[in-house]
């Protein structure tokens, strides 16, 4: 009988090899018009020594500003932010109607953790495998140089970008100029911050670069941002009401990188969350600058985003001191329920004595039926 058997067995097993090599063809496989890559746009795009000192990108101090936003609503607009609410005050799934709607409710999903990706290398994948930019929709928040808009652009999407500091726009005026000519018509550059109000103001400390943020706190490591010689008052504007003026009613992939808002700027997209108008939300997840900054409990932004039905995925963790950096095996057993999630990260800061703090990206997917 096993003899006889024996050449099904080699036949099921040379037929599933083959579909496995199909569906990773199909699939897997790079598009075939790629756009340039974030990297390859700031290194070639330009082509000029002089924009490279404009944009700081040769300046260590300007990356590690990027985990330096401290941010406190204006003095003059206190009912910017709503009251905030204690860790215990956020609902467990067990007693939430909407627990079913999505079974990572109140936990990370860790299906991409050990892949090691770089927010950047998955916004690229994403921007150069949609099969139709020309009839999708790419919303960022957070646009420093405009570099990942202009990419998009490129690549055909109708691109919402927002970016309230008044030295980053003129770097991303510079640059779309440089890409384009002129500002393309796909491209809608939007000079306020994203918050929780329409017609606000909000108090920015805008220094320059990556680390552009509202507000300013005094116990801030860099002290670049403790002399508030930079600071103005710029509009904010709800997520909402941005893609309704627009009449934006799908948004293939939204953006988030505000060092430490996230929370006000979920509240401004109430209505974008609850009906999933976005298939992807790529948000910077920073715990020590979200207690800093937004004064809420580190897992409050995920817990706005799983529970309107969004599965959260994490990416690899960044640290920019290297001395205090944890190791892989510390990266790879992440707890997974929000709560011990973010605090896995404080602890992490204290446990290494990381000034800066331990932050990465997540991915959440909207789950429709």
């Not at 505000?258 to 910077?284: A, F």
């Not at 896995?344 to 991915?363: A, C, L, M, P």
């Amino acid at each position: 009988v096993a003899i006889t058997m024996k050449p099904a067995y080699i036949i099921v097993f040379f037929l599933g090899f083959a579909i496995s090599q199909l569906f990773c063809l199909t699939f897997l496989r790079p598009s075939s018009s790629t756009s340039p890559t974030i990297a390859e746009f700031r290194a070639k795009s330009t082509g000029t020594s002089n924009l490279q000192e404009r944009l700081d990108l040769s300046n260590p101090k300007d990356v590690i500003r990027k985990k330096q936003k401290t941010e406190q609503p204006s003095s003059s607009s206190p009912s910017e932010l709503p009251s905030l609410p204690s860790v215990t005050a956020l609902p467990s799934a067990q007693n939430n109607d909407n627990s079913n709607k999505n079974l990572f409710f109140d936990r990370m999903s860790p299906l991409l953790r050990n892949l090691q990706l770089k927010a950047d290398e998955l916004f690229d994948m994403l921007i150069n495998n949609h099969p139709d930019p020309t009839n999708a929709v790419v919303l960022e928040i957070g646009a420093f140089d405009c570099a990942q808009a202009i990419v998009a652009a490129r690549r055909g999407f109708k691109v919402i970008t927002m970016e309230p500091s008044p030295s980053n726009l003129e770097k991303c005026d510079y640059n779309i100029k440089q890409a384009f000519g002129k500002t393309p018509s796909n491209l809608i550059l939007i000079a306020a911050a994203a918050s929780n109000t329409t017609g606000g103001f909000v108090q920015f400390n805008a220094v320059g670069s990556t680390g552009d943020h509202i507000g300013i706190n005094k116990n801030e490591v860099n002290e670049a941002y403790h002399t508030g010689s930079h600071l103005v008052d710029v509009p904010t504007k709800r997520i909402d009401d941005i893609l309704a003026e627009h009449s934006v009613s799908r948004v293939y992939m939204t953006k988030i990188d505000t060092q430490g808002y996230e929370p006000i700027v979920l509240q401004g997209m109430t209505k974008t969350l609850e009906n999933q108008v976005s298939d992807y939300i790529m948000m910077e997840f920073w715990p020590k600058s979200i207690g800093t900054v937004s004064q809420y409990p580190p897992h409050y932004p995920l817990y706005q985003l799983s529970k309107s039905g969004y599965v959260v995925h994490d990416l690899r963790v960044g640290v920019l001191n290297p001395s205090g950096q944890g190791s892989e095996l510390d990266y790879a057993n992440r707890p997974d329920k929000f709560e011990e999630y973010g605090q896995w990260y404080i602890n992490q800061d204290e446990k290494y004595r990381n000034s800066f703090g331990h932050w990465t990206d997540v991915i959440a997917v909207a789950l429709r039926k």
